[in-house]
């Protein structure tokens, strides 16, 4: 009993859709393939499926550009003339839109004004004005940012020089306490030693300095 015909329109359903794909894909990628081995073909193949995925195939010791001269010096059909006009155009566009920019620029710095008429100054005028504004909120808000942060710095430095200064009385504190509990001790701190002199008038001469 033979296969029943299938009627081809769209598959409605995406799964169903998207299987059916898949195994036909694998199918004409295999006959493809055989031509290639079995005729000596030079066979491409470009597949894209309805969600943008790619499937090719290209004959071995070949490349997809080598195929497609191959074909536009037989079909006489330049295929690269139409991307290569589109990207001329876009090329003048984006030429004019530069000239228009440098224009402006030069009129924000107060040259090619001589073609603009009263509107046109008016309305530069403004433009100007509004970016000196944007230019002023922007430097204050920095120089406030900058104050605000040199604040903190000071505050920082000042609660570092109040705890040095009173660890410093603390300690001058704990050293007084120390000298009144050893007053002997602090008598002998420095002492001048008085020996007879050795030089032939006699008397008596500062020998040395010595700690206690």
């Known amino acids: 009993m033979g296969r029943g015909k299938i009627e081809i329109r769209r598959i ?28 000596d073909a030079e066979v491409s193949l470009i597949m894209f499926s309805s969600t943008g995925k790619l499937t090719d195939y290209i004959s071995p010791n070949t490349t997809m550009k080598m195929f497609f001269d191959k074909y536009r010096k037989t079909s006489e059909y330049d295929i690269w003339q139409p991307h290569y006009q589109q990207m001329q155009e876009n090329l003048k566009k984006l030429k004019e839109i530069n000239t228009k920019l440098r224009r402006q620029i030069a009129q924000r710095v107060g040259g090619d004004l001589e073609d603009l008429n009263i509107s046109e100054l008016r309305g530069l005028e403004q433009h100007i004005d509004k970016a000196l504004r944007i230019v002023s909120q922007r430097k204050y808000s920095l120089i ?18 109040s705890n040095l200064v009173h660890e410093y009385e603390q300690r001058i504190e704990e050293a007084y306490a120390y000298a009144t509990t050893n007053d002997e001790a602090m008598s002998q701190v420095f002492a001048f030693r008085l020996e007879p002199n050795q030089h032939p008038l006699g008397g008596y001469a500062l020998h040395d300095l010595r700690l206690a």
Do not use: M, P
Request: proline share 0%; glycine share 2%.
């Open 12 to 39: 409605e359903n995406s799964t169903n859709r998207q299987v059916t794909y898949s195994k036909r894909r694998t199918g004409i990628l295999k006959k493809a393939k055989e031509l290639t081995v079995l005729c």
């Open 144 to 161: 406030h940012t900058q104050t605000e942060t040199s604040k903190k710095k000071i505050k920082q430095l000042e609660e570092i020089n």
